[in-house]
């Protein structure tokens, strides 16, 4: 209990304390500036940029995994051999090292020797620099989160399919139902307390990556990909801006915050319905 | 099994080699020389291993990554099944608040104390020790929580019994609860080592002595800071990220299963 007071709870308290200061971790004293961090982040253009860059990746990335999540697991939802060995490789990255992912798919987007490239070459095309170009930098990561979470999201999609009654099924298929008809009409609805739940998480993870971005492109080229945790790391602790690193916290946490208190309702709802 | 079986499980094996293939290439490509790798050829070598745990310090890498996450599971843990006791079994002042403020904890980002634990350790001189990379990882509201609801499943004839016999509290726990809550407290402490065995953020701004890296921060520094003007020594960097996940690598190879398990056990009731 002393340990989440001295780690979590008196440290938002700092940081809100710090989010109305001027401070850069070294001068004595730590001058109060009200709300003049707030409007310095929210007049700057890296701020707004590193929102946007955020919201694409969100706005991509999520529907991206969740879509891709659900074909995948009405496929493997059945308990067989294939269908085991196929989840195991697919939920292999979800617990592998960030750093280690991001680093071997810096070789996969390699301009020089990356894997991508030397099959481009393969098939007689240009090289392409991925990571250098601020038009294809953002779709690398959104790439290698989707790469990286989404046997996550398949299990959790094979668990909430496991969970539709199997008459339901039964009965669409002496209806007559073609397969499609019965995904549409069946599947999707009857598993939507598992998108629902799925989004929120992805959506409060897509605003916290941070290892990916920092390890492959540290938010370039040209801010192209700055989403806002390395803009936090940046100013906190390369431009120890100490007072403006504080405000784009709070501001982060209060969003954050907002999504969690829906997940936790969303949770608390199919909680009570499986009871 | 069948024809149209195994040509099913082949097919999974392929589908599932396919999309790991860029993470299996680079553990192959571990294994060969920079130059050969540069030419399009194959020799094999253990180089790039030596090389990466003598000359650039890989070995005490994983050296502090077991000590940091040991620690920060057994310590973890033991708290973890303590409180889940005190919250499972008694009620005490205070004691819905503070098991209400242990919940909560779960929704917190962890950016937010980025910061000030930065600053706090910094005051009594806790950054760049193994106790600045520990301590702020050691309380872990999901596996209180998880564990709380999993001794509340467990019969209270069974602690009783034990009372009767004259045991205390302590003991209960030691002898009755902890035994029985074995598979949970086991998952609860797999998931809370991957997580701290992967954590790269706080060790990266905890620590800037070289000596205290771990594997994360180390390997992104290797990759970053790159030996040689412009071509990056790709074989060498992909043995150092193959030490890197090897821990994870194996204990996923025993325990896939449990893994899935427990993770579903949190999402979907």
């Known amino acids: 209990m002393g340990f989440i007071a001295v780690f979590t709870y008196i440290p938002i308290a700092v940081s809100l304390d710090l989010s109305f200061r001027e401070w850069d971790f070294l001068s004595p004293t730590k001058p109060f500036v009200g709300f003049e961090n707030y409007r310095i982040l929210l007049s700057s253009y890296d701020f707004w940029n590193s929102l946007k860059v955020t919201a694409v990746f969100t706005l991509i990335s999520v529907p991206l995994r969740l879509t891709l999540a659900l074909a995948i697991a009405s496929y493997l939802v059945r308990e067989t051999l294939p269908s085991r060995l196929l989840r195991g490789a697919l939920f292999l990255p979800s617990v592998t090292s960030t750093v280690v992912i991001a680093v071997v798919f810096s070789w996969v987007f390699a301009t020089d020797y990356g894997l991508v490239n030397a099959g481009f070459g393969l098939l007689g095309l240009q090289k392409v620099m991925w990571m250098q170009d601020p038009q294809l930098a953002l779709w690398v990561l959104i790439l290698v989160n989707t790469w990286k979470q989404l046997g996550y999201d398949v299990i959790i999609y094979i668990a909430g399919l496991q969970a539709i009654p199997q008459e339901l099924y039964d009965a669409a298929a002496v209806d007559g139902g073609r397969r499609r008809h019965v995904f549409r009409r069946v599947t999707v609805p009857l598993v939507m307390p598992t998108t629902y739940f799925l989004l929120v998480v992805s959506v409060i993870e897509a605003f916290q990556v941070f290892t990916v971005v920092d390890v492959m492109t540290r938010g370039g080229p040209a801010g192209a990909t700055d989403m806002l945790v390395n803009m936090l790391y940046r100013i906190g602790f390369t431009l120890f801006d100490i007072g403006t690193g504080s405000a784009l916290a709070v501001l982060l946490f209060v969003f954050l915050i907002a999504l969690a208190l829906i997940k936790a309702r969303v949770i608390g709802r199919r909680v009570h319905y499986g009871s | ?269």
């Open chain 2, 1 to 269: 099994m069948d024809l149209r079986n195994r040509l099913l499980v082949a097919l999974a094996l392929a589908g599932g080699l396919l999309f790991l293939s860029p993470a299996l290439y680079s553990i192959w490509m571990s294994f060969q020389t920079a130059e050969s790798y540069y030419r399009g050829e194959f020799d094999f070598t253990l180089d790039n291993y030596a090389r990466a745990i003598g000359q650039y310090n890989f070995a005490r890498y994983l050296l502090n990554s077991l000590i940091v996450s040991g620690l920060v599971t057994t310590a973890g843990l033991a708290f973890a099944v303590m409180a889940a006791f005190a919250f499972a079994r008694y009620r005490f002042a205070g004691g819905n608040l503070m098991f209400g403020a242990t919940v909560a904890t779960l929704m917190i980002p962890s950016h937010i104390t980025l910061i000030p634990n930065y600053l706090n350790l910094a005051r009594v001189g806790l950054l760049d020790t193994y106790a600045g990379l520990i301590l702020p990882a050691v309380s872990n509201g999901f596996a209180a929580f998880f564990l709380r609801q999993y001794i509340r499943g467990i019969p209270r004839a069974l602690d009783e019994a034990a009372y009767m016999d004259g045991a205390t509290p302590l003991q209960v726990l030691w002898r009755v609860i902890v035994p029985v809550a074995r598979p949970a407290i086991l998952s609860m402490g797999l998931f809370i080592f991957i997580g701290e065995w992967n954590n790269y953020i706080w060790p990266l701004v905890a620590v800037g002595k070289q000596d205290l890296y771990t594997l994360q921060v180390g390997l992104a520094r290797l990759y970053k800071i790159n030996p040689g003007e412009g071509a990056i020594d790709w074989p060498l960097v992909m043995a150092a990220s193959t030490l890197t996940i090897l821990p994870v690598l194996l204990g996923f190879a025993l325990i896939e299963r449990h893994l899935v398990r427990g993770i579903t056990m949190g999402a979907v009731k």
